[in-house]
Every structure is written in C-alpha cells, then in structure tokens.
C-alpha cells in the first residue's frame, strides 16, 4: 500500500521554524519526484518546492530563500521541508506529493499525503 505521511506541523510565531517530514511508503520512491504543496481556506492549492530524483529543487517565489527542502533515499524515501522566518501569510495545510517529474500542477502528481496544518501566529 502506498502511503506518504507528513509529520511536523503546528503552531508557530512568526519568525519562527519548523520542519516537516513526508514518509514514503509502499513502492520505490527514490526515482519519483517529491514536492510540497499548501492549501489555505478558500484558496487553490499551491506549489511551494520540488526536488527531483537527483537532488534538483524548485521553489515558489513566496519561499524561495526561506524554506528549503531535502530528501534522504537511504533507506525508504523521506522528503523534507524546514521553514525559516515563517509568516502568518504561510499558513495552511502543508501536503506532500510524488511523480514522475517535479510539477505546479496538483494533478500531475501521482501520490499524496493527507496533509498536516502549520499555523503561524502574529
């Protein structure tokens, strides 16, 4: 059965860190693609940062310099996402996902977590 879980998020003041964790189970995922996406209420889900099989990572203008993102293929695949000088404006569901090639598109994303909520207080 394939699964990704994420783990990690919370509540947090802005300025502050956290880092979150997708767990990749169920198939081979080292040779997928894994990024993170977020959903605030009433808005469209969004693309925040990839990394490619080969360790390449994108990343929205919104995060870029502030969050970054990793994977550990060692053993079962683990994507990561630390987040430095969080915003209010960050808030949302944060939800991992896996394809074939690193994409914006929600629905081009083959695999997905069920989400974990980061809440950044002012």
């Known amino acids: 059965q394939v699964q990704l879980v994420e783990s990690g998020g919370g509540l947090v003041q802005a300025g502050g860190s956290l880092r979150l964790s997708c767990a990749a189970s169920?198939?081979?995922?080292?040779?997928?693609?894994m990024g993170w996406f977020r959903q605030a209420p009433g808005k469209e889900r969004e693309f925040i940062a990839g990394?490619?099989?080969?360790?390449?990572?994108?990343y929205a203008d919104s995060v870029r310099g502030r969050f970054t993102i990793s994977r550990d293929d060692a053993k079962n695949t683990v994507v990561y996402l630390q987040m430095n000088s969080l915003k209010p404006e960050d808030t949302a569901v944060y939800y991992c996902?896996?394809?074939?090639?690193?994409?914006?598109?929600?629905?081009?994303?083959?695999?997905w977590g069920q989400g974990t909520q980061v809440t950044v207080s002012s």
């Open positions: 990394i490619t099989s080969g360790g390449g990572t994108y």
């Open positions: 169920g198939r081979t995922f080292s040779s997928y693609a």
């Open positions: 996902a896996a394809g074939r090639v690193v994409t914006h598109i929600p629905r081009e994303s083959d695999y």
